[in-house]
């Protein structure tokens, strides 16, 4: 019913001018038009939408200890499912009983004043709705009278204390197992897809949204500018759909590659980056026109965030959630592993797994700054601040200053200090990572770095310019400093400090535990 109207005006194939078209589907108005949306028709939408989903994840459980109150979840689900139906069963018979109607006027090819009214009639959308509100109703209705015959088959209630003599396990034959501890496994599984559906939705509402400007407006959706051109489809457009769409359909089976509650964090951060880089470099396009006059005007149209930021952060939130899982699931099972291993070596000292640790942390408090070097060299050819003019200058800062191989610049002293702070604290650290003044100068260096980050977007860099175009249009403007793909790898090498301080100040806290046994 996104598609096929509930009502709908005849088209009118005579001679134009021809009146307005009424066009009412499952959203209120014309197919994916959200300004004539209508809200009680979106509220019935978004419980369809959540009565589904929770359909699929709610299924009555053999173990209620592992579950809060899965009857009464259930329970409620159906109610929920029934008052639905009845809240969807008024909508159409509102709609139904009060026909949208359009008065109109306007003048023909000869000048003649003419008008009409437009009355809407039901379609086949609304045979659609009809069945979509029944099965509803039989759902919830399933719902309820499963929970009766569920409650009837627990043994020492209804018709279970006439029978005492019934096994158990026959009683309880429909009801299906929950396994231990495979919740945050689920959870993993499923929160990609919520990512997924993110970016489907996004192809309709827009990222960004220049507003009424008529024939020059400027949308950009999940799949580029509209309207949709291959020719737009750069990398930073198809690489989200492409991480979204592989973790989606690698989160069933998760558990088979080592580092995929990594990776899916990695793929969300990487997302709430890339978001950052967007809204701090807005989509623009230049307009010309021509006045009464004569005379040619050129503007910007500027396009600005929307409505679709909002699914991009759901989206980015879910796939951090799905690798926390992840990380929380496996470390279950490593956890019942490490038990299993410490039953097997009960005589193992327990100074050997203390120091193993030790050692294990002091080697990633070794290769952690190695992880900043390589940032570092990899913003020698990424910007970290860029204008993203292309018209008139352009600033681009890289980790040597206004130094780029494409066009020149300046070494500026404040990036080589930071250059050989990074670089020689990472070779120093390859004798020195044990000790504890390494340790305090890695957060503190870490913390440098990021106060200068506040500091670049607090007070960003600028330069006022003017010039002509080849027909001696003037035009010219101001230039400001954004924050671009090198910030973020800059915020990477930061936290790789920090994480190597962290490694270091764990590594020395940890101390053999002896045991004392009494008398």
């Given at each position: ?459 960003p860099p600028t330069i006022m310019w003017d010039g002509q175009l080849p027909d001696g249009t003037p035009i010219g403007g ?42």
């Open positions: 019913m996104l598609w096929v109207p509930i009502c709908a005006s005849p088209e009118d194939t005579s001679e134009s001018p021809h009146p307005p078209r009424i066009i009412v589907t499952a959203l209120g108005g014309a197919p994916f038009d959200l300004e004539e949306a209508r809200m009680p028709y979106i509220l019935v939408a978004l419980g369809v939408f959540a009565c589904a989903a929770s359909a699929l994840l709610l299924t009555v459980r053999s173990q209620p200890d592992m579950h809060p109150w899965p009857d009464v979840v259930a329970r409620m689900w159906s109610v929920g499912t029934l008052f639905l139906s009845l809240c969807a069963f008024l909508v159409l018979a509102e709609l139904l009983m009060n026909l949208p109607t359009i008065m109109w006027d306007a003048v023909d090819d000869q000048g003649r004043p003419i008008f009409g009214t437009v009355v809407a009639q039901p379609s086949m959308g609304a045979g659609l709705w009809l069945i979509g509100c029944l099965c509803l109703l039989a759902a919830g209705v399933c719902g309820l009278l499963g929970d009766v015959r569920r409650r009837r088959a627990v043994p020492g209630s209804g018709t279970a204390l006439r029978d005492e003599a019934a096994p158990v396990h026959h009683a309880n034959s429909r009801i299906t197992p929950w396994p231990r501890g495979n919740r945050t496994h689920r959870l993993a599984q499923r929160l990609p897809w919520v990512a997924l559906a993110c970016w489907v939705l996004m192809i309709w509402v827009p990222l960004f949204d220049s507003g009424d400007h008529g024939d020059d407006r400027l949308t950009v959706t999940s799949l580029g500018r509209v309207p949709f051109d291959l020719a737009d489809l750069t990398s930073e457009i198809i690489l989200p759909w492409v991480v979204v769409l592989v973790c989606a359909t690698t989160a069933k089976r998760f558990d088979t590659f080592a580092h995929w509650p990594l990776l899916s964090v990695a793929a969300g951060v990487g997302l709430f980056i890339q978001q950052a880089t967007m809204v701090t470099d807005l989509p623009r396009e230049r307009v010309t026109s021509t006045d009464a006059a004569g005379e040619k005007l050129s503007a910007f149209i500027v396009g600005y965030p929307s409505e679709g930021h909002y699914l991009w952060t759901i989206g980015c939130l879910a796939l951090v959630a799905a690798g926390i899982s992840g990380l929380l699931s496996d470390r279950r099972r490593i956890d019942r592993q490490r038990q299993r291993q410490m039953q097997r070596q009960a005589k193992r000292p327990p100074e050997k797994i203390i120091r193993r640790r030790q050692r294990k942390l002091q080697q990633l408090a070794r290769l952690l700054p190695f992880i900043a070097v390589t940032m570092w060299i990899a913003t020698i050819f990424i910007p970290v601040v860029d204008s993203f003019n292309g018209v008139g200058p352009r600033i681009r800062l890289t980790s040597l200053g206004d130094l780029t191989f494409d066009d020149g610049g300046e070494m500026l002293p404040p990036f080589i200090l930071l250059w050989a702070i990074v670089v020689g604290f990472a070779a120093l650290g390859l004798g020195f990572a044990a000790d504890q003044w390494w340790n305090v100068a890695a957060v503190l260096i870490a913390a440098l770095i990021v106060l200068i980050f506040v500091a670049i977007l607090l007070n101001m230039e400001v400093g954004r924050p671009s793909f090198g910030f973020g790898l800059w915020l990477i090498g930061a936290a790789s400090l920090a994480a190597a301080g962290i490694c270091g100040f764990a590594a020395n806290a940890q101390r053999p535990r002896h045991t004392v046994e009494g008398a």
